[in-house]
């Protein structure tokens, strides 16, 4: 169908299990594992799986998440139950333990199962770079980038990213993590904040008193310690609402270029949060699923091996539209589907427009006022090259 065939000299497998998406966050919570459902069924209606080696993925085990976080906190989410919700209207946010409870990261039925297979889904994409078996690995049940060692936070409860970089670690000298989810990529950032081994590169909305997570300044680079080996080993591009497609792209060529150049890393670990599209309901940005999706291009471009990781994404039309539209990238078939959402895709009705490149008019109802003026995003540009100019290998 649609001349889709496996590419050539290279492999890509996506990893995924049908399981996590039947999990509720609850009515109200913007998450919607749902959305995998919805990715996974556009994916094939476009053929692409005959390109790509499919996996079913196996939950993590205690042990696997137990590399990362701690003890007392896998202990306390592997047991605790949607009873132990604190049910106070007054206060929703009102917290049980390790920030597990309130409005942001509710305990809901299934809530451990859903964690380790997630972080099941990321671990096997990571074991397939490492073992050379896959060349592009694609985990969009994974990519919940807040997640800290002790503690859920953001709708992210185990970091798989963080895993699968550790994982990453046993076979590569050095791994870039690049994070394109609207929210700041907190806790991976925080994970290999004092080491050189992993640079961390986040683009996101940064406006602290209004915006989640509040991290992430141009100035935050790591260890302000020039002893410590992680110094400079964080980069960050703060930005503002309305960001259009151009910027974005030209932004991220020329920050991710000049690192390719600097860290010369030997994979890549991209979280594709698809909360940065225009008409998101969390995110504030411009972006169109082409935008996006130049960035997946690009990273392509630089041969590496890598891990596609999901993320926020909160409109599922078009959490489904870029993340299929991503899969196409990887496996090179982008110039070969059609625009036109098959007749034959399942909820069709539900992406309301039928084509997979919506316009920012068909996204929203009133495209946002763009905040970014070129001058700054040029000082952004600058300040991470200086920053570069203290890297290098
Ligand atoms: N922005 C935002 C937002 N919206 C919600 C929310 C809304 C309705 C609900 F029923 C439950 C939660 N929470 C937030 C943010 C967290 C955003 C997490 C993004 C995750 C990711 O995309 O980066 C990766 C998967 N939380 C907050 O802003 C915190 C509050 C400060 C305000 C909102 N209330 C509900 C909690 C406390
Ligand atoms: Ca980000
Ligand atoms: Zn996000």
Same mark, same amino acid.
């Given at each position: 169908?649609?001349?889709?065939?496996?590419?050539?000299?290279?492999?890509?497998?996506?990893?995924?299990?049908?399981?996590? =998406?039947?999990?509720?966050?609850?009515?109200?919570?913007?998450?919607?594992?749902?959305?995998?459902?919805?990715?996974?069924?556009?994916?094939?209606?476009?053929?692409?799986?005959?390109?790509?080696?499919?996996?079913?993925?196996?939950?993590?085990?205690? =042990?696997?998440?137990?590399?990362?976080?701690?003890?007392?906190?896998?202990?306390?989410?592997?047991?605790?139950?949607?009873?132990?919700?604190?049910?106070?209207?007054?206060?929703?946010?009102?917290?049980?333990?390790?920030?597990?409870?309130?409005?942001?990261?509710?305990?809901?039925? &299934?809530?451990?199962?859903?964690?380790?297979? *997630?972080?099941?889904?990321?671990?096997?994409?990571?074991?397939?770079? *490492?073992?050379?078996? *896959?060349?592009?690995?694609?985990?969009?049940?994974?990519?919940?980038?807040?997640?800290?060692? /002790?503690?859920?936070?953001?709708?992210?409860?185990?970091?798989?990213? +963080?895993?699968?970089?550790?994982?990453?670690?046993?076979?590569?000298?050095?791994?870039?993590?690049?994070?394109?989810?609207?929210?700041?990529?907190?806790?991976?950032?925080?994970?290999?904040?004092?080491?050189?081994?992993?640079?961390? +590169?986040?683009?996101?909305? /940064?406006?602290?008193?209004?915006?989640?997570?509040?991290?992430?300044?141009?100035?935050?680079?790591?260890?302000?310690?020039?002893?410590?080996?992680?110094?400079?080993?964080?980069?960050?591009?703060?930005?503002?609402?309305?960001?259009?497609?151009?910027?974005?792209?030209?932004?991220?060529?020329?920050?991710?270029?000049?690192?390719?150049?600097?860290?010369?890393?030997?994979?890549?670990?991209?979280?594709?949060?698809?909360?940065?599209?225009? &008409?998101?309901?969390?995110?504030?940005?411009?972006?169109?699923?082409?935008?996006?999706?130049?960035?997946?291009?690009?990273?392509?471009?630089?041969?590496?091996?890598?891990?596609?990781?999901?993320?926020?994404?909160?409109?599922?039309?078009?959490?489904?539209?870029?993340?299929?539209?991503?899969?196409?990238?990887?496996?090179?078939?982008?110039?070969?589907?059609?625009?036109?959402?098959?007749?034959?895709?399942?909820?069709?009705?539900?992406?309301?427009?039928?084509?997979?490149?919506?316009?920012?008019?068909?996204?929203?109802?009133?495209?946002?006022?763009?905040?970014? *003026?070129?001058?700054?995003?040029?000082?952004?540009?600058?300040?991470?090259?200086?920053?570069?100019?203290?890297?290098?290998?």
């Amino acid at each position: 169908e649609y001349g889709i065939v496996r590419p050539k000299g290279y492999t890509v497998s996506y990893h995924a299990t049908p399981e996590m =998406e039947k999990h509720h966050f609850g009515q109200t919570h913007p998450m919607k594992p749902w959305r995998l459902t919805l990715t996974k069924s556009l994916v094939t209606a476009y053929g692409m799986p005959f390109a790509m080696d499919n996996y079913v993925t196996r939950e993590a085990t205690y =042990e696997e998440l137990n590399a990362f976080h701690s003890s007392d906190y896998l202990d306390y989410l592997s047991t605790a139950a949607p009873e132990d919700q604190p049910r106070d209207i007054e206060n929703p946010d009102k917290e049980v333990k390790y920030n597990l409870g309130g409005s942001d990261c509710p305990l809901f039925h &299934g809530l451990y199962n859903y964690c380790s297979m *997630s972080a099941g889904c990321s671990l096997d994409a990571a074991r397939k770079i *490492s073992s050379n078996q *896959s060349d592009i690995a694609i985990a969009w049940g994974g990519g919940l980038h807040h997640a800290k060692r /002790y503690e859920a936070s953001g709708f992210c409860y185990i970091n798989d990213i +963080v895993l699968a970089i550790l994982q990453l670690l046993r076979t590569f000298p050095r791994v870039l993590y690049i994070d394109i989810d609207v929210h700041h990529g907190d806790g991976v950032e925080e994970a290999f904040f004092s080491t050189d081994r992993v640079m961390t +590169v986040s683009f996101h909305k /940064y406006h602290p008193e209004t915006f989640f997570p509040g991290t992430g300044a141009l100035e935050d680079n790591g260890p302000k310690s020039e002893n410590n080996p992680g110094a400079h080993h964080a980069i960050n591009v703060p930005l503002q609402d309305g960001i259009t497609d151009e910027q974005y792209e030209a932004l991220f060529e020329s920050i991710i270029g000049t690192i390719n150049e600097r860290y010369r890393p030997s994979a890549i670990a991209l979280q594709c949060g698809a909360d940065s599209l225009a &008409g998101d309901r969390l995110g504030r940005f411009n972006l169109r699923v082409q935008g996006h999706g130049a960035c997946v291009r690009y990273c392509k471009s630089l041969g590496l091996p890598m891990i596609v990781f999901g993320g926020g994404g909160y409109t599922p039309r078009n959490v489904a539209r870029a993340w299929a539209y991503e899969t196409s990238i990887a496996i090179g078939a982008d110039t070969r589907i059609p625009e036109t959402i098959p007749d034959h895709a399942p909820w069709r009705e539900h992406f309301i427009h039928d084509t997979l490149f919506p316009t920012l008019e068909q996204s929203m109802n009133e495209p946002r006022h763009n905040r970014n *003026s070129d001058k700054r995003l040029r000082e952004i540009v600058a300040h991470v090259h200086e920053q570069l100019r203290f890297v290098s290998h």
